[in-house]
Nanobody, 122 residues
Framework: QVQLVETGGRLVQAGGSLRLACAASGRTFGNYAMGWFRQAPGKEREFVAA????????YYTDSVKGRFTVSRDNAKNTLYLQMNSLKPEDTAVYYCAASEVYSTTPKDYNSWGQGTQVTVSS
């Protein structure tokens, strides 16, 4: 498995921007499709964005389309999530995850980071 560590979460005002990073180690980062998920208090973990191994494809949940951008730098073993026009409903713990398949389903991901808290104030 690949080890993942997220950074970049913090308190931000509505309308602001954040960039999350996910540093990978252990196995070859470029061999994995990657995803971002989030979990708000009292809610199930939900899919946010995914990217293919070679960055040829990306996919987003409808609520973040046009505001969030997922990217990766395989040379730096790092996944990113650029979040713009943040809303209070984006408040959650954000997780990065690695999968052998390009998927929006949490069960398809077998390596997870510990999460980073994003709080958006109104």
């Amino acid at each position: 498995q690949v080890q993942l560590v997220e950074t970049g979460g913090r308190l931000v005002q509505a309308g602001g921007s954040l960039r999350l990073a996910c540093a990978a180690s252990g196995r070859t980062f470029g061999n994995y499709a990657m995803g971002w998920f989030r979990q708000a208090p009292g809610k199930e973990r939900e899919f946010v964005a995914a990217i293919t191994r070679g960055s040829f494809g990306t996919y987003y949940t409808d609520s973040v389309k046009g505001r969030f951008t997922v990217s990766r730098d395989n040379a730096k073993n790092t996944l990113y999530l650029q979040m713009n026009s943040l809303k209070p409903e984006d408040t959650a713990v954000y997780y990065c995850a690695a999968s052998e398949v390009y998927s929006t389903t949490p069960k398809d991901y077998n390596s997870w980071g510990q999460g980073t808290q994003v709080t958006v104030s109104s």
